[in-house]
T-cell receptor, first 116, second 114 residues
């Protein structure tokens, strides 16, 4: 199956700093990628849809100026958490749909962000 | 509103016994249905999916799921549970319209006891 990687797998940062998380599709092209946030013992919350070559689409309630998304190529999307605060601490997961979006989603392994 | 329900937060089963993890959905049209599994501090792994055709779908690791259109359910099953099946299971639905965004259930934690 298709492989999606994320980097870093975990990061600890100080409050007020920015953190960039990369999501790569390793063996297929992804014009769209999804970014999720998962709180402990909870389901995945879709944050935004990353679109290659155009602006990301954010879900209601997600601050686009705080969670910057860039989909620079067909294999790379980045999520930057700007001016991070402790409440931004979470598990962030990206995914890329296979082919025509109606098929399986391939998930990255996730990034654990801890803001001190 | 479209939604996916997993009525059980946790399912406990003894190793070797059959297991069922329940999922019902409320989505208009004919959605695509998925099951994913998540191990601690990991991303989700695809188990199986239903798009069309036979209502019984077989997937990875011996899992299968049965689609029931009249009950709008897609329960995950396995004839004989293994301790290594212990994980968090998510039912997911991709509506046929509306941007192809996937809706996830809240997840069900499966504990298989030796």
């Amino acid at each position: 199956g298709a492989v999606v990687s994320q980097h870093p797998s975990w990061v600890i940062c100080k409050s007020g700093t920015s953190v960039k998380i990369e999501c790569r599709s390793l063996d297929f092209q992804a014009t769209t990628m999804f970014w999720y946030r998962q709180f402990p013992k909870q389901s995945l919350m879709l944050m935004a849809t990353s679109n290659e070559g155009s602006k990301a689409t954010y879900e209601q309630g997600v601050e686009k100026d705080k969670f910057l998304i860039n989909h620079a190529s067909l294999t790379l999307s980045t999520l930057t958490v700007t001016s991070a605060h402790p409440e931004d601490s979470s598990f962030y997961i990206c995914s890329a749909p296979d082919r025509d979006f109606t098929d399986t989603q391939y998930f990255g392994p996730g990034t654990r962000l801890t803001v001190l | 509103a479209q939604s996916v329900a997993q009525p059980e937060d946790q399912v406990n089963v003894a190793e070797g016994n059959p297991l069922t993890v329940k999922c019902t959905y409320s989505v208009s049209g004919n959605p695509y249905l998925f099951w994913y599994v998540q191990y601690p501090n990991r991303g989700l792994q695809f188990l199986l999916k239903y798009i069309t055709g036979d209502n019984l779908v077989k997937g990875s690791y011996g899992f299968e799921a049965e689609f029931n259109k009249s009950q709008t359910s897609f329960h995950l099953k396995k004839p004989s549970a293994l301790v290594s099946d212990s994980a968090l299971y998510f039912c997911a639905v991709t509506p046929p319209a509306g941007g192809f965004k996937t809706i996830f259930g809240a997840g069900t934690r499966l504990f298989v006891k030796a």
